[in-house]
C-alpha cells in the first residue's frame, strides 16, 4: 500500500514559478513509477509529466514540455514538479500518482495510486 500526500501548490502571476512536491510512505516506493496529472474545473484530469523507477526517463505532456521538471528522490520517498513560465491555463488541481511498475507511463488508468490534490492557480 502507498499513500500519497501533495504539497506546495498555490497562487503565482503568469510567468512565475512555482513547485509542488509529493511524499508517499510505502516501502516500495523505489520501484514505483510516478506521475503528475491536473484537473481544472469542468474537465477531465490530464496528463502532466511522469518519471520512472530511478528518476532516468521522464516523459511530458506537449503542453508542459520545456517547462515543468519532474523529479524524484527515493531516499526521501518524494517526488517533485517544478513548473517555471506558468500560463493561466496551468490552473488546477494537481494530483501526485504512483503505479506498480517500473516504467513511467501517461496513461491515467495504468495509475493505482493517488494523492488528495494541491490547488495551483496562475493569475494574469
Known amino acids: 500500500q502507498v499513500q500519497l500526500v501533495e504539497s506546495g501548490g498555490g497562487l503565482v502571476q503568469a510567468g512565475g514559478s512555482l513547485s509542488v512536491s509529493c511524499v508517499a510512505s510505502?516501502?516500495?516506493?523505489?520501484?514505483?513509477?510516478m506521475a503528475w496529472f491536473r484537473q481544472a474545473p469542468g474537465k477531465e484530469r490530464e496528463f502532466v509529466a511522469t518519471?520512472?523507477?530511478?528518476?532516468?526517463?521522464?516523459d511530458y505532456a506537449d503542453s508542459v514540455k520545456g517547462r515543468f521538471t519532474i523529479s524524484r528522490d527515493n531516499g526521501k520517498i518524494a517526488v517533485y514538479l517544478q513548473m517555471n513560465s506558468l500560463k493561466p491555463e496551468d490552473t488546477a488541481v494537481y494530483y501526485c500518482a504512483s503505479r506498480r511498475g517500473y516504467s513511467e507511463s501517461s496513461r491515467l488508468n495504468d495509475y493505482d495510486y493517488w494523492g488528495q490534490g494541491t490547488q495551483v492557480t496562475v493569475s494574469s
Open positions: 510505502g516501502r516500495t516506493f523505489g520501484s514505483y513509477a
Open positions: 518519471i520512472n523507477w530511478s528518476g532516468s526517463s521522464t
